[in-house]
T-cell receptor, first 114, second 114 residues
Framework: EAGVAQSPRYKIIEKRQSVAFWCNPISGHATLYWYQQILGQGPKLLIQFQNNGVVDDSQLPKDRFSAERLKGVDSTLKIQPAKLEDSAVYLC????????????FGPGTRLTVT | AQSVSQHNHHVILSEAASLELGCNYSYGGTVNLFWYVQYPGQHLQLLLKYFSGDPLVKGIKGFEAEFIKSKFSFNLRKPSVQWSDTAEYFCAVKSGGGADGLTFGKGTHLIIQP
């Protein structure tokens, strides 16, 4: 079974630029999550999708972050414009069903904002 | 908002030593509890989880954790560690009902010396 795929693995941008991350969950997984992990901290949930609908985006900084999952499969997370404090690893996770509840994590995208 | 505290940020042990990593959470209602591990260069992966029933849960690679509701704790244990247990360990909690995103602790960096 293929795992959660993310790209790119690394990205360096200057502040005020925009960036997008892509995630392909495990086949058949209806629930998709984006987390932000700042160095020295645990992952923090940004947004949760159930199929193509948003379940929770209460911690997403909506003035600069956006995310979509148009066909209920792949998802993209965008930052526009980026700030220095957005430097972090962005993790995508998926689960088969909220009731089953085991999240499988991708390798992450390491973003450096200079 | 719920929070998770991991008491030890860095732990260094010798092989064959016993391990206990502390985890406390703040939420007073029904919770689901998890320990995730991230080996060097690898994805976050689930070690073990507690949903209900026996408060002593066993996970992969000889790890176990005990849920003590009165202490809001979910400590991770292993009787005899190996060099290959060197990794970052994260405790996480999901509160009952609502969205399924996890709240993570800051993690414990465990180094096992041969």
């Amino acid at each position: 079974e293929a795992g959660v795929a993310q790209s790119p693995r690394y990205k360096i941008i200057e502040k005020r630029q925009s960036v997008a991350f892509w995630c392909n969950p495990i086949s058949g997984h209806a629930t998709l999550y984006w987390y932000q992990q700042i160095l020295g901290q645990g992952p923090k949930l940004l947004i949760q999708f159930q199929n193509n609908g948003v379940v929770d985006d209460s911690q997403l900084p909506k003035d600069r972050f956006s995310a979509e999952r148009l066909k209920g499969v792949d998802s993209t997370l965008k930052i526009q414009p980026a700030k220095l404090e957005d430097s972090a690893v962005y993790l995508c996770a998926s689960s088969l069903d909220p009731g089953v509840y085991e999240q499988y994590f991708g390798p992450g995208t390491r973003l450096t904002v200079t | 908002a719920q929070s998770v505290s991991q008491h030890n940020h860095h732990v260094i042990l010798s092989e064959a030593a016993s391990l206990e990593l502390g985890c406390n959470y703040s939420y007073g209602g029904t919770v689901n509890l998890f320990w995730y591990v991230q080996y060097p260069g690898q994805h976050l992966q689930l070690l073990l989880k507690y949903f209900s029933g026996d408060p002593l849960v066993k996970g992969i690679k000889g790890f176990e954790a005990e849920f003590i509701k009165s202490k809001f704790s979910f400590n991770l244990r292993k009787p005899s560690v190996q060099w290959s247990d060197t990794a970052e360990y994260f405790c996480a909690v999901k509160s009952g009902g609502g969205a399924d995103g996890l709240t993570f602790g800051k993690g414990t960096h465990l180094i096992i010396q041969p």
